[in-house]
């Protein structure tokens, strides 16, 4: 079967650094994709992990491990904007598993 | 510019009634989605074509149709509306071969009384 973890919510202070876990259970899995979502908003794609490592991206990064099944989104330099709700979305044959996503609360 | 549309962005109608949602890319790709999102954020997926043609079709009550006339345009029809139809909508369109990228449209808002 299927199945995707991701903490409902996550609370930071602004200027910190924060980490967005994500395991999955899936068959056929290609990659794992982020994406951010806004209140009110659609959501936008952040990053995608085909291979394990690190991958960055100006203040955000997104790392995997295959063998783990895990990966995660880190948000360095936390800004107020960045308050949203983080999608991990692995791709499992034709499609993109989705969530219900993290809820990002940044507090000054 | 635009990439990906929706019309309507917000919908209010009574249960019973037949609405159509329409969508539309203009970045060329060939692959397009409709998605439903629940009022706790749940995303899921409800259908997808590849140039025209149905690839995924999720389990969904038959009162959800699709139809897309092109590969730019992704339409909606729902009939009967129920009062647990009532979220959000999105449209989004990818490269088949890059579905891990997806654009979404604005979403439409349904709220069925």
């Known amino acids: 079967g299927q199945s995707l973890e991701q903490p409902s919510e996550v609370t930071a202070v602004e200027g910190a650094i924060v980490q967005i876990n994500c395991t999955y259970q899936?068959?056929?899995?290609?990659?794992l994709s982020w994406y951010q979502q806004h209140d009110g908003g659609a959501p936008t794609f952040l990053s995608y992990?085909?291979l394990d490592g690190l991958e960055e991206t100006g203040r955000f990064s997104s790392f995997l491990s295959r063998s783990d099944s895990y990966g995660y989104l880190l948000l360095q330099e936390l800004q107020m904007k960045d308050s949203a709700s983080y999608f991990c979305?692995?791709?499992?044959?034709?499609?993109?598993?989705w969530g219900a996503g993290t809820k990002l609360i940044i507090k000054p | 510019d635009t990439a990906v549309s929706q019309t309507p962005k917000y919908l209010v109608t009574q249960m019973g009634n037949d609405k159509s949602i329409k969508c539309e890319q203009n970045?060329?790709?060939?692959?397009m989605y409709w998605y439903k999102q629940d009022s706790k954020k749940f995303l899921k997926i409800m259908f997808s074509?590849?140039?025209?043609?149905?690839?995924i079709n999720e389990t969904v009550p038959n009162r959800f149709s699709p139809k897309s006339p092109d590969k730019a345009h992704l339409n909606l029809h729902i009939n009967s509306l129920e009062l647990g139809d009532s979220a959000v909508y999105f449209c989004?369109?990818?490269?088949?071969?890059?579905?891990?990228?997806?654009?979404f449209g604005p979403g439409t808002r349904l709220l069925v009384l």
């Open positions: 899936t068959s056929g899995f290609y990659g």
């Open positions: 992990n085909a």
């Open positions: 970045l060329g790709h060939d692959t």
């Open positions: 979305a692995p791709q499992s044959n034709y499609q993109l598993i």
């Open positions: 989004a369109s990818s490269q088949l071969d890059s579905r891990e990228t997806q654009y």
């Open positions: 074509y590849n140039n025209k043609e149905l690839i």
